[in-house]
């Protein structure tokens, strides 16, 4: 079974928050945001899950463990 990152429940199109925007945000890749935010990233490194798990959080309001931005295929 397939892991993925799926920001998309915390990325919302009320947020109004472009890539580019996240991008300087997080200081992560295009790519890489933009397949997280629609749920279809499916390897990162570590340090790559902790700041998209980080920038979720800061989407939510509220700090957010890691396995809450994961989703099985």
Do not use: C, H, N
């Not at 990152?5 to 928050?17: A, E, F, G, I, N």
């Not at 990233?41 to 700041?51: D, G, I, N, S, V």
């Not at 920038?55 to 295929?73: H, M, R, T, V």
């Amino acid at each position: 079974m397939t892991k993925y990152v799926d920001l998309s429940r915390y990325w919302t199109s009320d947020k109004d928050l472009s890539i580019q925007k996240a991008k300087e945000i997080t200081g992560l890749d295009k790519r890489t945001l933009s397949s997280a935010k629609k749920g279809q990233l499916e390897r990162a490194q570590f340090e790559t899950l902790f700041k998209l798990r980080d920038f979720a959080s800061q989407l939510s309001g509220k700090p957010l463990a890691l396995e809450e931005i994961f989703k099985d295929d």
